[in-house]
């Protein structure tokens, strides 16, 4: 028998090559078949398949969404936020965390955030000791980036460490140029695992940066409008192609201020199709990121169809970083996203107030991790530093009165199945 069956959803898993109405079964935490949806009165053959069934008939059921670039070391930087009160609303089942902890801070990461985690948490090492504890700046002492400290840290944790992350722009590498990111590519190419680049204003330029890449590293924030040197006159510029050609992986990694529709279109256009990441930090999480099926969205207003967006925020991060996770195949962990799919058009903006119309909306109505339902969790007020405009301060305050509201005390005698009989009365 098995212990979870969804009947009669319609199943995208790229990885897989599945686009059908088909039913899936899950047995001891992973997948046990995908199989032709069959009528809920097939009759005899059907009773008793599974020890629970659930009616997804309407919705779309994808593998767990896996998030190539979040910040979830909550508690300890400037950027970290709590995962689990947007996991079990968002379909994200995999959350891949991008240099938040450095080498001084990666062991109370793990302990403290990775492992309570009801989702599964993984993270790039940042080649700063110091991770991202500040706003910025962690790359200006170069004393901070000890190569073989931050190897043998991450030889440690094991495959807890996916890879290596670098932001390498103006305000983090100050006076340093490039020299932070030539140690990031030797921590990488030492452990053996994808570098990740975070690229923002210059200098360093993408014409410098881009060189020191290789197949299979990361060129986050592929469509922010900050660098002169991604786009240029409609088209990619010199240095993208040739990383391009390189077998550098393109991620979206949204934020707060990495996300411009027509540089975005400008990609796509020349046949670039990056991973979908949300970059989802205590700052974007109240938007214009939100959270990654909204950006995922977002990339079909800009061209992208729902299963090239489903792909890219699935299987192709999971490959890109070596995880088991990101399909439906059997065998696979049952991480698994049921969505209600909006009709649109929506208007979205990016980040510099643009507008495009996605075609579809994603409402996450349900997500398993090894088959557990996650359940409802609200997430805490904001720390002071984040800078919240007045709009997104009525919207957070309404949030919380709402999740007050939501409690309710029943006072009618029949709301109740069997009232407590008085003393010495028949039970």
């Not at 008793?48 to 779309?60: N, P, Q, S, T, Y």
Request: proline share 8%; aromatic share 6%; glycine share 10%.
């Amino acid at each position: 028998m098995w212990d979870l069956l969804l009947r009669g959803g319609r199943v995208v898993d790229p990885a897989s090559g599945h686009d059908r109405t088909a039913d899936v079964a899950v047995r001891d935490g992973r997948i046990a078949e995908v199989r032709p949806a069959r009528a809920p009165d097939t009759g005899a053959e059907d009773t008793g398949a599974a020890a629970e069934v659930v009616d997804v008939r309407g919705k779309l059921v994808t593998p767990g969404l896996v998030d190539a670039h979040t910040h979830v070391w909550h508690g300890a930087g400037y950027w970290g936020m709590d995962p689990t009160p947007v996991a079990w609303r968002t379909g994200v089942t995999t959350w891949i965390d991008a240099g938040s902890a450095g080498a001084y801070a990666m062991d109370g990461f793990r302990r403290y955030v990775a492992e309570p985690a009801g989702v599964r948490v993984h993270a790039l090492i940042n080649v700063s000791g110091l991770g991202l504890v500040a706003e910025t700046g962690e790359h200006r002492v170069l004393d901070h980036l000890d190569v073989d400290a931050a190897a043998a840290v991450a030889a440690r944790q094991g495959g807890f460490v996916r890879g290596v992350k670098a932001r390498i722009d103006a305000r983090t590498v100050g006076e340093n140029g490039i020299e932070p990111l030539r140690r990031a590519v030797r921590l990488a190419r030492t452990l053996e695992r994808p570098l990740m680049v975070h690229v923002g204003y210059g200098p360093p330029t993408i014409a410098e940066i881009a060189p020191l890449l290789g197949e299979g590293d990361v060129l986050t924030h592929c469509a922010s409008g900050c660098p002169t040197d991604l786009v240029a006159d409609g088209g990619l510029t010199a240095p993208v192609e040739r990383a391009l050609d390189a077998g550098v992986v393109f991620d979206l990694g949204h934020g707060s201020g990495a996300f411009a529709y027509d540089v975005l279109e400008t990609e796509l256009a020349a046949g670039v199709r990056p991973l979908v990441s949300s970059d989802l930090h205590i700052r974007s999480m109240y938007g214009p990121a939100f959270d990654l099926p909204t950006v995922m969205a977002k990339t079909m207003a800009a061209g992208l169809s729902l299963n090239e967006a489903v792909e890219a925020a699935t299987v192709r991060p999971a490959r890109t970083f070596g995880l088991d996770a990101g399909t439906l195949a059997p065998g696979a962990p049952a991480d698994i996203a049921v969505f209600d799919v909006e009709e649109g058009p929506f208007p979205l903006p990016d980040v510099h107030g643009d507008v495009r119309h996605a075609p579809v909306k994603l409402h996450n109505t349900a997500t398993y991790v090894a088959g557990r339902l996650l359940p409802p969790s609200t997430a805490e007020a904001p720390p002071p530093w984040v800078p919240l405009s007045p709009a997104q301060q009525r919207a957070e305050h309404g949030r919380q009165q709402r999740t007050r509201d939501a409690v309710q005390h029943l006072t009618d005698p029949e709301d109740f199945d069997e009232p407590f009989p008085r003393h010495g009365a028949r039970a």
